[in-house]
């Protein structure tokens, strides 16, 4: 995410990390004190050789400063400022943006000449300048002929970072853009106990063309014009020259025969390609039933294919705080259901409860599974942050 939103080249993501819940005992990272030997050590050991290591740094190294308040022996007290009360000294001129800036300034003594760990007053703690020199600088001046080709270099060699992972650990394809994606398309009942489907439908549009003016979605022999939502976004994927540039929300809320025993919808822009979407009106998670309150969670399923509820489970993930990391802890629990309350049309409602561990910190997550196999999804209170 700093990566990206820094300017850097869009790197993959693969999901299924786990959280590591102490520090490895031969894992870490060097400090700027320590010899050149334990320092390629250290990178030998996470799979890195020489020239990763060099590159790995420079990447990591054209962001950002060290700071006087915490490696008082690398930053001398003269750094300190009213307006820089921490002692900030940077990498590179452009700290906040991720270029090759770092190199050039490096190899050609201008603007920050490599920064604090290749210029300290102490030169124990000049770990970079021992690095960069270990192979007559070689490296550096390799990377530094790719120009912005850099940034290439840095989401490979940063993405093979996050992607080394414990051996049991099975991480899953990388996730990839839905240009055409329906958000919380969800099935309901209204206030008089109508069936409803809605939700919204969002689009990225390529950079550079303007957003459609509408949208046709088809349900069974039913077409429905949508409008989009006059507040547009500008997508993450568009950074740094990415595909992607406006994001527009096509809200809508469908009633009647159409919607009864529908199995798909589809979506179509004008001009372009259709693209169908399953959906499931025979067991939903129902919004308007499902509630949460503080750490309380109250689940209803509605099944209209005259199971029982027994046959349904329900799994529930939470984001949770967690001690000593922003990324909250996914809890995740599975919910038994019973109680039939009430009935609706020909459905049967299903309830649960849970209490969570502690107040989610932002999505929860409602997975509903007839026989193993999902057949709802249901995203509820995206908090302050909205996901
Ligand atoms: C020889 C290996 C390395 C050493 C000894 C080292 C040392 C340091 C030190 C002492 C700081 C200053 C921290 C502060 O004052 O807040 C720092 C900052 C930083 N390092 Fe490294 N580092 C190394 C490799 C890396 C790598 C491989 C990456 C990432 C790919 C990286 C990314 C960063 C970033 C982004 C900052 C800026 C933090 C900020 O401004 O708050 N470093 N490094």
């Known amino acids: 995410m700093s990566n990206n939103l820094c300017g850097g080249t869009q790197m993959p993501f693969r999901p299924g990390r786990v959280d ?51 490696f008082p022996e690398a ?18 001129t452009t700290r906040g943006v991720f270029d090759p800036n770092v190199l050039g300034e490096y190899l050609n003594g201008t603007g920050t000449k490599g920064g604090p760990l290749v210029n300290s007053y102490n030169d124990t703690m000049n770990s970079d300048k021992r690095l960069y020199e270990s192979d007559k600088n070689a490296t550096m001046r390799t990377l530094f002929a790719q120009g912005t080709g850099f940034l290439a270099t840095c989401a490979e060699l940063m993405g093979r970072a996050i992607n080394t992972v ?31 489907l809605s939700g919204k439908i969002r689009i990225l549009t390529p950079a550079g063309s303007s957003p459609p003016q509408s949208l046709t979605l088809r349900m069974s022999d039913d077409e429905t014009e949508l409008e989009p939502e006059v507040e547009i976004g500008s997508s993450v994927f568009g950074r740094s020259g ?11 809320s469908l009633s009647g025969p159409a919607i009864q025993n529908a199995t798909s919808f589809s979506v179509q822009a004008p001009e372009s390609r259709e693209q169908a979407f399953q959906t499931h009106s025979q067991v939903f998670v129902v919004p308007s039933l499902t509630v949460l309150s503080g750490t309380a969670l109250n689940v209803t399923v509605a099944d209209c294919q005259k199971s029982s509820c027994e046959d349904l489970t329900i799994r529930i993930s939470a984001p949770i705080t967690q001690r000593g990391t922003l990324a909250p802890k996914m809890s995740e629990m599975d919910m038994v259901l019973s109680g039939v309350k009430q009935e609706r049309r020909v459905c049967t409602m299903c309830e649960g409860q849970v209490v969570l561990p502690d107040v989610p910190t932002g999505l929860v997550t409602i997975e509903a599974f007839m026989e193993g196999k999902l057949v709802d999804t249901l995203l509820i209170d995206g908090g302050q942050a909205g996901w």
Not at 75 to 92: L, W
């Open 20 to 70: 590591a819940i102490e520090a490895g005992k031969t894992t870490g990272v060097p400090a700027p004190e320590t010899d050149l030997e334990e320092t390629l050590l250290f990178f030998e050991r996470a799979g890195f050789d020489k020239v990763d290591a060099i590159g790995l740094t420079a990447c990591g190294h054209t962001m950002g400063s060290v700071h006087h308040g915490g």
């Open 75 to 92: 930053v001398d007290e003269s750094f300190v400022t009213p307006n820089n009360t921490n002692g900030g000294s940077n990498f590179d």
């Open 166 to 196: 414990p051996t049991a650990v099975q991480l899953s394809e990388p996730i990839t853009v839905m240009p055409v994606k329906p958000v919380n398309v969800t099935y309901d009942f209204s206030g008089d106990g109508k069936l409803m």
């Open 242 to 252: 990415g595909e992607y540039g406006t994001t527009t929300y096509f809200p809508f």
